[in-house]
């Protein structure tokens, strides 16, 4: 069964950091590409970055590129994404997702104040 659990989020002022993580089961995590997504309240669900099995290869939605890192570690089945100099706009709740499957964590909050 596959199933995914972020964590790390919460509350943070602006210009402040947060690292989320992904932890993955169910699948032979090393093989697949994976996502971290977000919604904010009353808006639609927007990808925010993308990473390849390996890790070699990562894509951003423009508004995150320079603020955000994604990436991952193999061995401990995790993905993670580092958000640095987060603005307001960026409060919103951060789901990863594993496109292969379909299959999408319950996500978890991040909050950020002035």
């Known amino acids: 069964q596959v199933h995914l659990v972020e964590s790390g989020g919460g509350l943070v002022q602006s210009g402040g950091s947060l690292r989320l993580s992904c932890r993955v089961s169910?699948?032979?995590?090393?093989?697949?590409?994976m996502n971290w997504f977000r919604q904010a309240p009353g808006k639609e669900r927007e990808l925010v970055a993308t990473i390849s099995s390996t890790g070699a290869t990562t894509t951003y939605a423009d508004s995150m590129k320079g603020r955000f890192t994604i990436s991952r570690d193999n061995a401990k089945n995790t993905m993670y994404l580092q958000m640095n100099n987060l603005k307001l706009d960026d409060t919103a709740v951060y789901y990863c997702?594993?496109?292969?499957?379909?299959?999408w964590g319950p996500g978890t909050q991040v909050t950020v104040s002035s």
């Open positions: 169910g699948f032979v995590f090393k093989h697949l590409a």
């Open positions: 997702n594993a496109p292969a499957f379909s299959a």
